[in-house]
């Protein structure tokens, strides 16, 4: 089997817009989705290597030193699959975007590093 990792994105103008809804309607589909992932997860807790979580503001270092920056990646799981399209698989229909405010799964294979 091989790991893959699964980054969560989504954009502010997806945020802004889950922001938008009345108090009512998110903390409803906050609940909805906080039960469908609990599923997600056990339904394919043999394949979940790490959950994951959230992932914070982003520090980029380079040779330019240290300094703030911004992408659209906000969680992350590791997953094992016999392959890409079966780890992606995974994802479809993800309470991630069908539910939050989340807009795609990015699935990648974690490659070995060359000896």
Known sequence: MKKYLAVFT????AAVAWMALSDSERQQRHAAGIAAWTKWAADNAA???DIGGHLS???LVSRQGISD????LGAYTIV????????ASLFLNHPHFTIFYGEAVEVMEVLSVPA
Request: no cysteine; aromatic share 0%; net charge negative.
């Open 57 to 59: 503001r982003t520090t």
């Open 10 to 13: 989504g954009s502010t103008a």
């Open 47 to 49: 394949s979940i290597v």
């Open 80 to 87: 094992s699959a016999e392959s890409k399209e079966a780890a």
């Open 69 to 72: 920056a911004g992408n659209d």
